[in-house]
């Protein structure tokens, strides 16, 4: 008697499991679409910002030249322009090099304060779109949102100018 109680209590725990498997499953395939959601058509979020994470933190320090000081820094790219998402994936470690790179020309000083922060976004911005326009992709990267910034300038450097 405690055998079958068991087994069609396992019986009914594994059907619940399954529907909601696939429930959950349809639901993150994109097949279902609840109904407050319905009236939302492709053209309304059409225009909407997409965010591009970069994949790795981009770095530069002693290795780029500079001496005394480093920065790193995670950020996303934000467009509402989706060949510019696909681009900017295809091309991810390329704008890796070429933002690293870019900042390395400059002294870091000059990232230093809100004006610095203002240019570095500013430097990030026609860096990935130079890049992407040099590999022939299209390019309309419209801001920039940090996630994290370390900026790490010896003061010493920084009061001499």
């Given amino acids: 008697m405690v055998n ?6 396992l019986f009914i ?3 619940v499991s399954a529907a ?6 349809v639901l993150v395939a994109g097949v279902y679409v609840p109904p407050a959601w319905q009236h939302i058509g492709y053209d309304a979020i059409a225009g909407s910002p997409r965010f591009i994470t970069i994949e790795r933190d981009v ?8 001496e005394e000081a480093s920065i790193s820094l995670s950020f996303e790219l934000i467009t509402r322009h989706d060949p ?16 690293a790179e870019g900042l390395a020309q400059r002294s870091p000083e ?6 610095g922060r203002r ?8 860096l990935t779109n130079d890049a992407l326009m040099a590999e022939g992709e299209p390019a309309r990267v419209e801001a920039v949102q940090f996630l ?14």
């Fill in 4 to 9: 079958k109680l068991l087994i069609s209590y």
């Fill in 13 to 15: 725990v594994a059907l």
């Fill in 20 to 25: 909601l498997a696939g429930t959950m499953g």
């Fill in 59 to 66: 770095e530069v320090g002693a290795d780029h030249g500079w």
């Fill in 84 to 99: 510019t998402i696909y681009a900017v994936r295809r091309n991810m470690d390329k704008l890796h090099s070429e933002i």
């Fill in 110 to 115: 000059e990232f230093v304060g809100s004006e």
């Fill in 119 to 126: 240019r570095l976004v500013a430097d990030i911005l026609r």
């Fill in 148 to 161: 994290s910034l370390q900026l790490e300038v010896d003061s010493a450097v920084v009061a001499e100018k």
